[in-house]
């Protein structure tokens, strides 16, 4: 646990130096967490899975992948993009761990390139509030996630940029690495074209998510998609958290409650200086924290939703518009650090307590005890049902 927060406070030094350039401060946060988090070593949930993939893959010449591309996707079921792109980095990379910091490496870029399409001041201030609710999940565990957030992020800056066919293209490409990047594009249509009344946003936004709540509305849509999307509908639409946290559901609605006033007193108090790529973020904030409280219930949605809502957030914080951050960021911040600090408490806290590193083990000759990890989370799953 010492690691994580000297990690955190180091940040919050470096973020804030005076008399330090922008570019340097940027450089020496974005290196750090490049380090730590891009270089983990056999840590958090994903990466057996993702390890065995990426082996196995190894061993196919490219023909004989393409030729046995249906067999291998049935046995590692995960979106075309994906598969490919493993494929294509466990041919030109010796171990993992290298293709898991490249992915690193892209979200720290997409972070970057958004946050100055936002008008973000300080990026790594904002890489810190990420860092507090994010680190033991999107950047430790779901690496295919990470990379569709990242792609959606390049297009998200794309469309803020006026790069309307480059955003296309990006945010489509976000699809073949994460199905759930569908929720992101369904909100950024819906903010993109609303009305700037967020009141109007709010309630279209509710009239079209609330009846999906309701497992038979989308079951009857089933017919209509591909088999293989169809069985991602079901997953996210119908999969219940049977063992519902009461008080993680209570920190969400917080949250997002937070988020939906922020987004209303923002738009009110800027009302007679509009800015059009202000309003265009507040409402996609808007339509995302509605649509994760209509779903509540159903934790793959809301958590998914949570990962692009705190990087915007974020970046919006320390953007030019101060009245969000005199007023909003500081309660974040506080959740943020509540949050980090219970995930100590979990069950499965052994997943990324020890912290590791792929440098520093291949350095001092040391055996990562991944595997051991494994074995005991897998007890503990087994153990909970």
Same mark, same amino acid.
């Given at each position: 646990m010492a690691v994580y927060? !000297?990690?955190i406070l180091v940040l919050v030094l470096l973020a804030n130096l005076p008399k330090v350039s922008p570019g340097v401060r940027d450089f020496l *946060?974005?290196?750090?967490?490049?380090?730590? !988090?891009?270089?983990r070593f056999e840590m958090a949930y994903d990466w057996p899975y993702y390890k065995e993939m990426f082996d196995y893959l190894s061993q196919y010449p490219f023909p004989q992948f393409l030729r046995n591309f249906v067999a291998i996707q049935l046995q590692y079921p995960a979106e075309l993009g994906f598969l490919f792109? &493993? +494929?294509?980095?466990?041919?030109?990379?010796?171990d993992y761990e290298w293709f898991q910091s490249a992915l690193y490496f892209a979200f720290l870029?997409?972070?970057? &390139?958004?946050g100055r399409a936002v008008g973000c001041k300080n990026i790594s201030a904002a890489l810190i509030i990420v860092h507090l609710f994010l680190l033991f999940t999107l950047e430790f565990s779901t690496i295919r996630q990470a990379f569709a957030v990242s792609l959606f992020n390049f297009g998200l800056a794309a469309y803020l940029r006026g790069r309307g066919a480059m955003a296309f293209l990006l945010v489509s490409l976000s699809l073949f690495f994460q199905f759930s990047a569908l929720l992101y594009i369904g909100a950024l249509l819906l903010a993109a074209t609303s009305t700037k009344r967020m009141w109007l946003s709010a309630v279209m936004v509710l009239f079209l998510a609330f009846p999906l709540v309701f497992p038979g509305v989308i079951l009857s849509l089933i017919p209509i998609f591909p088999s293989r999307i169809a069985d991602k509908l079901v997953f996210y639409f119908t999969e219940r958290d049977l063992d519902l946290n009461i008080l993680e559901a209570i920190f969400a609605v917080t949250f997002y409650v937070l988020i939906? !006033?922020?987004?209303?007193?923002?738009?009110y108090v800027w009302r007679r200086s509009f800015d059009p790529r202000l309003y265009f973020l507040l409402r996609f904030l808007l339509v995302m924290s509605i649509v994760a409280l209509v779903f509540i219930p159903?934790?793959?949605?809301?958590?998914?939703?949570f990962y692009e809502v705190v990087i915007v957030f974020s970046l919006l914080a320390f953007s030019p518009y101060r009245i969000a951050r005199s007023r909003y960021v500081w309660p974040v911040i506080a959740m943020?650090?509540?949050?980090m600090l219970v995930s100590f408490t979990r069950?499965? &806290?052994?997943?990324? *307590?020890?912290?590791?590193? +792929? *440098? *520093?083990?291949?350095?001092?000759?040391l055996s990562g005890d991944g595997e051991d990890r494994n074995r005991r989370y897998r007890q503990l799953l087994e153990e909970s049902r």
């Open positions: 927060i !000297v990690f *946060v974005a290196g750090i967490s490049f380090f730590f !988090v891009g270089l792109l &493993t +494929y294509v980095f466990s041919q030109v990379v010796p870029c997409s972070f970057w &390139t958004l939906v !006033v922020m987004s209303f007193r923002v738009s159903e934790h793959v949605i809301r958590n998914r939703i943020g650090t509540v949050f069950p499965s &806290t052994f997943m990324y *307590v020890p912290y590791q590193n +792929y *440098v *520093v083990n291949s350095v001092l000759g």
